[in-house]
């Protein structure tokens, strides 16, 4: 079965400093990939998916993410963070042909001014 | 005009009660979900409907039973309440499944006390 690692379940940064949130998964032929955000006390939304082409993804509110298949990695990247961007990140993948989401154990991101 | 809504927000009940919980969606999709998000923020999927039709069940107790009245709406019966069903509960929609985005509702937050 599919499974997904986020490897840092906190990460603290300064305000303006840049970002990476990093996300692993199991090996499978092929995935549709996906981050999603979290405010508090609010249901999830998505911010970036990857389903083939460019491995560069650009998303919504400055975040990018780089899918890396022989690493089966899928990072998550900004350049510069803003308060705003507080939240818990889940990394999801989706076995193509399974239509069901694997999330992450997710990673709050808290930005310190 | 929310696209994917909830009720109840908050519901606490005893243990060994009857609940259900809600979802709408008016997105014009085809697929809902019900997830369920622990203490922890950890996210798992506990089922889908395509069009009224059952898709995914993971391994979830039978007092869980969910009802799709129509494509626009997914209730979530749980019968006999135990101290391990508290939770918060996410519906979600989607187009189809697989690569198509989905949408979070708000969440219920479920406390059985």
């Known amino acids: 079965a599919q499974s997904v690692t986020q490897l840092d379940s906190q990460v603290p940064v300064f305000e303006e400093a840049p970002v990476e949130l990093r996300c692993n998964y199991s090996s499978s032929v092929s995935v549709y990939l996906f981050w999603y955000v979290q405010y508090p006390n609010q249901g999830l939304q998505l911010l970036l998916k990857y389903l083939s082409g460019s491995t560069l993804v650009k998303g919504i509110n400055g975040f990018e993410a780089e899918f890396n298949k022989s690493q089966t990695s899928f990072h998550l990247r900004k350049p510069s963070v803003h308060i705003s961007d507080t939240a818990e990140y889940f990394c999801?993948?989706?076995?193509?042909?399974?239509?069901?989401?694997?999330f992450g154990q997710g990673t709050r991101l808290t930005i310190n001014p | 005009d929310t696209a994917v809504s909830q009720t109840p927000k908050y519901l606490v009940t005893q243990m060994g009660n009857d609940k259900s919980i809600k979802c709408e969606q008016n997105l014009g999709h085809d697929t809902m979900y019900w997830y369920k998000q622990d203490s922890k923020k950890f996210l798992k999927i506990m089922f889908s409907?395509?069009?009224?039709?059952?898709?995914i069940n993971e391994t979830v107790p039978n007092r869980f039973s969910p009802k799709s009245p129509d494509k626009a709406h997914l209730n979530l019966h749980i019968n006999s309440l135990e101290l391990g069903d508290s939770a918060v509960y996410f519906c979600a929609s989607s187009r189809r499944g697989g690569e198509d985005t989905q949408y979070f509702g708000p969440g219920t937050r479920l406390t059985v006390l």
């Open positions: 999801a993948v989706d076995d193509r042909g399974a239509q069901k989401l694997v």
């Open positions: 409907y395509n069009n009224k039709e059952l898709i």
